[in-house]
């Protein structure tokens, strides 16, 4: 995922899915390969990244303002 820390959209290559997930674990956005977390609060978020293969991983990604 880049960039990370981001300010604004963070692009995620070969990812079939992605979803943003806040530190209480809701989600606050949905992607393909791309999501913007331009309107977010400052703070560390989780993208939930399924690829093109269908595998899951976690990714922790940082919002500054």
């Given at each position: ?49 399924t690829d093109t293969l269908?595998?899951l991983m976690i990714m922790?990604?940082v919002k500054k303002e």
């Amino acid at each position: 995922a880049y960039p990370n820390p981001t300010t604004g959209i963070v692009t995620f290559d070969g990812a079939k899915s992605v979803e943003i997930y806040n530190i209480v674990n809701q989600k606050v956005a949905e992607g393909e390969d791309s999501v913007s977390l331009e309107s977010m609060k400052s703070g560390i978020y989780y993208a939930r990244v399924t690829d093109t293969l269908g595998d899951l991983m976690i990714m922790k990604i940082v919002k500054k303002e």
